[in-house]
């Protein structure tokens, strides 16, 4: 497994952006797929989007597509979280996450997981 800490969260208004970091520890991080997770009060850890091992695939949920983009830098061990054009609806504790399967997008195929960082988004 991996140790997964993850950085950039805060407020922001609406229309605005943020970049969250997702940085691990651990030799086979560039093995792993990447993904990234949000949870708001009250609701279920929905899927985000996630990246490939080698950072040629990414794949996002409908409600983020064209608004964020994942990448990953496998030297530095390192997701990236660009999120761009925020909505209120994007408010919750982000998670990024570490799995073994290909594209894959339910919080079950995740092995690794990082602390959080909350968003929240003003209107």
């Known amino acids: 497994q991996v140790q997964l800490v993850e950085s950039g969260g805060g407020l922001v208004q609406a229309g605005g952006s943020l970049r969250l970091s997702c940085t691990a520890s651990?030799?086979?991080?560039?093995?792993?797929?990447m993904g990234w997770f949000r949870q708001a009060p009250g609701k279920e850890r929905e899927f985000v989007g996630a990246?490939?091992?080698?950072?040629?695939?990414?794949y996002y949920a409908d409600s983020v597509k064209g608004r964020f983009t994942i990448s990953r830098d496998n030297a530095k061990k390192t997701v990236y979280l660009q999120m761009n054009s925020l909505k209120p609806e994007d408010t919750a504790v982000h998670y990024c996450?570490?799995?073994?399967?290909?594209?894959?997008?339910?919080?079950?195929?995740?092995?690794?997981w990082g602390q959080g960082t909350q968003v929240t988004v003003s209107s």
């Open positions: 651990g030799r086979t991080f560039s093995s792993y797929t």
């Open positions: 996450a570490a799995g073994w399967s290909d594209r894959a997008t339910t919080w079950s195929e995740y092995n690794s």
């Open positions: 990246v490939s091992w080698r950072g040629s695939s990414t």
